[in-house]
């Protein structure tokens, strides 16, 4: 009788082979958004299952490391990959999340799981670059009608965004850092508002400032670092709680010196014209809300045919959130209930569909996203109201993160009420636990 993979040593040349695949996978998973537990849990799969068991993982936002400590007492091996690109593509994490379920099993050699890998990374995305920017532009516009603006606002916040992208866009290829390229695109989104407030055109132009920063709200980082924090895994949590920061940081920035500026030039700017969403359920806020969510999902490059579950939820968190705030709920506790209910559906869906719960419920939150708070916040400091403003920014603070507790709630309880997710009941061998000039291009994520 043949020995096991498990059981038998592989050959030195293929073990540095199924670490290198196992290094690759985890930073494809990684860049992608998934938590450190999943990716930590998916490369020791790939190794076990290509006769390289006794591995530990280490990773954290911008490298992984991978050892093996052979039982037989010959020499350790140790090896480290650099997680340059985070930019999400969800279609393609889709396509890593199978492969991995197949090759966990012990049903795919390793020559194999090397090509489909190879073409993983190679393939085409799922949608062309203008429909990325496209999509990006109608998260400003379905923002700026959810929060009471009308066709023109929206158009307004369209152009904004367009603009802030390409900047950033051009930033990057200069190699400037993506909090400056954040910085402008703030900067940019809140100037047009500001234009149009100067101009005295009789729309709800600070719409457009609301539109252009949800735009930019770094959702996917803020459900990560949550899952990685209550996962125990501290270092990678405070991490990406960093890496929100600075995005925040730089979004905050952008808005606050074009507001300052406008405020010492004399532009009739005050607290009271700040937009906020009507909490009803009307056609307007949730087909803004809907609006929000499916432009997220094309972003972040969702496949078509997960599209519609996404518009659900979309609409289901709105409902809600609107319901429980007529119920007088607090308001960050109505966010968190929110944001947990679609965890609960999105995971739910994602264990049936087999696909990572991420690429519903990262959609599904955009229209919860505290760009009102932000732009109130700091439209309080420009003016002089400093306790205010920094109220405002802390309230913000509290919603982004009662948003990312919500959904990894929602996936929790699901894990209690089943005894584990739903794509552990899949018939599967061995599934997959859950899911310019003279520098080089710096990396732009675009802040989601």
Sequence with gaps: MSASPLERAPAKQDLY???????????????????????????RRITN??????????????????????????????????????????????AVHEMLRETSGGSVPLDEAEIRLRKI????????????????????????????????????????????DRASAWLARRGVAEFFQLTVAAMLGSLTAVLMVALGVPVRAEAVVVGAVIALLPGRPMVACVQDGIAGEYV??????FEVFFILTAVISGIGITLYAAVRMGVPLTVEDVPAAPLLIRPEQLLGAIGVTLSFAVALLVPPRHLIPAAICGAMIWVIFVQLHAWQVPMILATAISAAAVGLFGSAYAGRARVPSMVITIPAIGSLLPGTALYRGMLDVSLGHGDAGLAGLLQALSTALALGAGVILGAEILRAITGSDLTRRVRRPTPLPKPFISRPAARRTRGY
């Design 17 to 43: 082979r199924a670490m290198a695949l196992a290094l690759r996978v985890g930073e494809l998973l990684l860049g992608s958004g998934e938590g450190t537990e999943t990716v930590a849990g998916a490369m």
């Design 49 to 94: 299952a290509y006769g390289v068991p006794h591995c530990e993982a280490d990773v954290n936002l911008s490298a992984i490391t991978l050892s093996h400590v052979p039982s037989d007492g010959s020499v350790p091996v140790t090896a480290e990959r650099r997680v340059r690109r985070r930019l999400p593509d969800y279609d393609r994490l889709i």
């Design 121 to 164: 990374t190679r393939r085409v995305r799922v949608y062309p670059d203008w429909f990325l920017v496209t999509a990006l532009a109608l998260i400003a516009s379905s923002a700026s009608i959810l929060v009471g603006g009308g066709a023109l606002v929206a158009v307004a916040a369209f152009a904004a965004t367009v603009l802030g």
């Design 236 to 241: 990678t949590a405070t991490a990406r709680l």
